[in-house]
């Protein structure tokens, strides 16, 4: 191993001292892995320029997904790396009415939103088109696990998403594998009650009150 002579060094006058401090690994790595564990940096590149989407669009089902009315639509968005965040995109796939729409980031359930919208219905009414929302404060965003609160009031908009196709209740099982939403934990639930139409910074979602897990969850980007 290469060594230096260091004057004065912890050892004495002309100590000679270890030029490389090698670490240890305990895991497999990666490239990427390591100049991040070091780094703080990661080198991962954003897919289409968003920092996270709730699902992939290469899985989008070929029926998109008709939303109920005033319902709270929960969904869960892995966002894998830190960024600056402006936007929340959202796709209607109709140009029906709508006459209310909000949305939030939460971290999880009985927390304060980490970002949210104003009431947003005229920015996305009429045209089936993608939309960029602005939230009401851009907010950097940490690599983790968020998730998107919606509440659509309109004519029967429809959304981008992906649907189980097991029939019955074991649709919302299989889109929800080993969730719990007493323990905080979705993939993606809806609230048939109570859904919140309007969001500030202090408006809590308690995941597992009043919410059930859904066979169907929507896309969104965020940027």
Not at 25 to 30: D, E
Not at 54 to 75: I, K, R
Not at 155 to 176: D, E
Request: aromatic share 8%; net charge neutral; charged share 5%.
């Amino acid at each position: 191993m290469p060594s230096v002579l260091v004057a004065g060094g912890p050892n004495g006058p002309l100590a000679v001292e270890s030029a490389l401090s090698p670490a240890v690994f305990n895991a497999p790595f990666t490239a990427d892995g390591l100049i991040t564990a070091l780094g703080g940096v990661s080198t991962q590149s954003l897919a289409a320029g968003y920092l996270g989407q709730s699902v992939n669009p290469d899985a989008l089902s070929a029926t998109a997904v008709v939303l109920t009315t005033a319902y709270g639509y929960l969904t869960r968005v892995s966002v894998p790396v830190s960024g600056l965040s402006t936007y929340l995109d959202v796709v209607l796939t109709t140009g029906n009415t709508v006459t209310n729409a909000v949305w939030a980031l939460y971290t999880g359930t009985a927390s304060n939103p980490v970002a949210y919208t104003a009431e947003s219905h005229t920015a996305v009414s009429g045209t089936a088109n993608l939309y960029s929302v602005p939230w009401a404060t851009p907010v950097n965003l940490t690599a983790g696990t968020y998730y998107v609160y919606q509440c659509v009031t309109g004519t029967t908009p429809s959304m981008p998403g992906v649907t189980a196709t097991s029939t019955g209740s074991i649709g919302a099982t299989v889109l929800n594998p080993n969730c719990s939403l007493s323990g905080g934990t979705l993939n993606s639930a809806l609230l048939a009650s109570g859904a919140p139409t309007s969001v500030t910074g202090t408006t809590q979602l308690a995941f597992g009150t009043g919410w059930a897990l859904a066979a169907s969850k929507l896309w969104y980007g965020i940027r």
